[in-house]
Nanobody, 117 residues
Framework: QVTVVESGGGLVQAGGSLRLSCAAS????????MGWFRQAPGKEREFVAQ????????NYADSVKGRFTISRANAENTVFLQMNSLKPDDTAVYYC??????????WGQGTQVTVSS
């Protein structure tokens, strides 16, 4: 059983910044990869960013490249999403996930990010 908990969401003006945190605990045995999706009202959940444990390889959705940065603290199975130059279109519930080597994925409950214009 893996528990994933996000924090750091909130309300920010356009152009501002927020930093999301995500911690995975339980039978994690070192996550293979962790990352973020988001879901805006009336839209499907979409990929945002991911970071792999080995080599810290990252990949991003085109919509956030150059503005968002994902990083991790391996020893704590924790990832961070630094979001800069936020836009109203970034408004969504952000969900963190943790992928285990066995192929399972665990999700957090989500944290709301609201960007006002």
């Amino acid at each position: 059983q893996v528990t994933v908990v996000e924090s750091g969401g909130g309300l920010v003006q356009a152009g501002g910044s927020l930093r999301l945190s995500c911690a995975a605990s339980g039978r994690t045995a070192s996550s293979y990869a962790m990352g973020w999706f988001r879901q805006a009202p009336g839209k499907e959940r979409e990929f945002v960013a991911q970071i792999r444990r080995i080599g810290a390889i990252t990949n991003y959705a085109d919509s956030v490249k150059g503005r968002f940065t994902i990083s991790r603290a391996n020893a704590e199975n924790t990832v961070f999403l630094q979001m800069n130059s936020l836009k109203p279109d970034d408004t969504a519930v952000y969900y963190c996930y943790s992928d285990q080597p066995a192929g399972s994925r665990s999700w957090g409950q989500g944290t709301q990010v609201t960007v006002s214009s």
